[in-house]
Nanobody
């Protein structure tokens, strides 16, 4: 069993910052890529940022220069620092972890954390 838990969401004014965290735990042998997705009401879930085991990162064009993804491999945790937030960043943010257990390699999702950007 693998558990993925996000935290750090909330209400913030435009121009503000938030830091999301996502911790993976359970019967993990290895963790590979760790990603952040988001889903706004009425829209499809979209990839926000990805980080590989080696630290290579990729970002959606809409967040480049404002968001930073990082990870602590010792803690099986990934972070998303979000600066200069805009109302259009409002969404439920989900963490996705590609992990290996004793029997399976696959993607594991968290339950999501709400981010609301509003004045």
């Amino acid at each position: 069993q693998v558990q993925v838990v996000e935290s750090g969401g909330g209400l913030v004014q435009p121009g503000g910052s938030l830091r999301l965290s996502c911790a993976a735990s359970g019967s993990l042998l290895s963790i590979y890529a760790m990603d952040w997705y988001r889903q706004a009401p009425g829209k499809q879930r979209e990839l926000v940022a990805k980080i590989t085991t080696g630290g290579t990162t990729n970002y959606a064009d809409s967040v480049k220069g404002r968001f930073t993804i990082s990870r602590d491999n010792a803690k099986n945790t990934v972070y998303l620092q979000m600066n200069s937030l805009k109302p259009e960043d409002t969404a439920v943010y989900y963490c996705n972890v590609e992990a290996l257990t004793s029997s399976y390699r696959g993607s594991y999702w968290g339950q999501g954390t709400q981010v609301t950007v509003s004045s």
